[in-house]
């Protein structure tokens, strides 16, 4: 799969999960447990349409790679490991203790990864 398609297929699947939170969840879960499921989409949405506008630049290349992964790694953390959280207050499951923790370690990762392309651009000048 490229790059660019699993950006997009990242894209799509953030509207799936934001139309699923907007009209499927209400019946399930707790105000409090959809807004964190809001959380995940918003920054799940933000992060993607970020990480298409940086990839795609004409002034990417190879050294950037690196932050781009630690963005995106970040994303799939902290947004997957909230909607898994809201699914388990469906399915009940014993994996709170292990995914609690995951949400902010995917923040951190996407701190680092865009203040490690930020320095990259400004090392540069840009």
Request: contains cysteine.
């Amino acid at each position: 799969m490229s790059k660019k398609s699993t950006l997009l297929f990242l894209l799509a699947f953030a509207i799936v999960l934001g139309a699923f939170c907007a009209h499927g969840l209400k019946n399930w879960v707790s105000i409090e447990k959809i807004e964190s499921f809001k959380t995940g989409v918003l920054y799940h949405l933000i992060m993607t349409l970020a990480l298409m506008l940086v990839r795609f630049s004409s002034g990417f290349d190879a050294s950037h790679l690196s932050a781009f992964r630690l963005v995106f790694y970040g994303l799939v953390m902290f947004s997957g490991s909230i909607y898994l959280l809201v699914f388990n207050a469906i399915f009940q499951l014993p994996i709170n203790a292990f995914l609690g923790p995951i949400t902010p370690i995917g923040g951190v990762l996407m701190i680092a990864g865009w203040s490690m392309l930020g320095w990259s651009y400004f090392k540069k000048g840009e």
